[in-house]
């Protein structure tokens, strides 16, 4: 669905600690999923991706969830390091059309 | 990997000039450009649909004689804001798909901060 232009949430880990990541999406039809890492300044940059015919994603150090029945998806990221704090975006394709943006979460890794 | 390359990377200019940013992708082509724009701690708001050759599409609420879309080329196109003003100071950045992938991983461009005095 369309971000809201919220302010975005925080979540604070300890170094070495698993994170997790959650967003809500909004259009049932939308048929590709995508999780950014966007640091300060920067455009996004590609995480991982999930398409709508499957339920979990794993990729080097990081897993996506998804969730069709309530429209959910989640991020997690294994042993955080300081190198992982950054703002995350889920983003969900409609139809190969255009990629929308959901609100962002903001990561911080504690030393 | 695929590169999207923006600029300027930033621009400051005066209230009611207009500034024009280009986004190009350097190897490979385009058919299909997306503009973002993002305010500080926000998420990023899509502006329009660039596709080569064609009209571009706006998004609700985005102005199209505001932010003129040209997308001339397969490799290039560009954002223009017209009559700028502080308000339009903001972060835009460019996407975009490879030709003929209709999958939805676009590559994205570095930004480029607008600062409108």
């Known amino acids: 669905g369309e971000s809201v232009g919220l302010h975005l949430p925080t979540l604070s880990v300890q170094e070495g600690d698993n994170s997790i990541i959650n967003c809500a999406y909004s259009?049932?039809?939308?048929?590709?999923f995508i999780w950014y890492k966007q640091e300060s300044g920067k455009g996004p940059q590609f995480i991982i991706d999930?398409?709508?015919?499957?339920d979990k994603r794993q990729g080097q150090r990081v897993t996506v969830l998804l969730n069709k029945t309530v429209k959910h998806l989640s991020l997690q990221i294994a042993a955080t390091q300081p190198g992982d704090s950054a703002v995350y975006f889920c983003?969900?394709?409609?139809?190969?059309?255009?990629?929308?943006f959901g609100a962002g979460t903001i990561l911080r890794v504690k030393s | 990997g695929a590169v999207v390359s923006q600029h300027p990377s930033w621009v400051i200019c005066k209230s009611g000039t207009s500034v024009k940013i280009e986004c190009r992708s350097l190897?490979?082509?385009?058919?299909?450009m997306f503009w973002y724009r993002q305010f500080p701690k926000q998420s990023l708001m899509l502006m329009a649909t660039?596709?080569?050759?064609?009209?571009?599409?706006?998004e609700q609420g985005v102005e199209k004689d505001k932010f003129l879309i040209n997308h001339a080329s397969l490799t290039l196109s560009t954002l223009t804001v017209t009559s700028a003003h502080p308000e339009d100071s903001s972060f835009y950045i460019c996407?975009?798909?490879?030709?003929?992938?209709?999958?939805?991983?676009?590559?994205f461009g570095e930004g480029s901060r607008l600062t409108v005095l």
């Open positions: 996407s975009a798909r490879r030709t003929a992938a209709n999958t939805g991983e676009l590559f």
């Open positions: 259009n049932s039809a939308s048929d590709y």
């Open positions: 999930i398409r709508s015919n499957m």
């Open positions: 983003a969900e394709n409609e139809y190969g059309n255009k990629l929308v």
């Open positions: 190897d490979f082509q385009a058919t299909t």
């Open positions: 660039s596709n080569e050759g064609s009209k571009a599409t706006y």
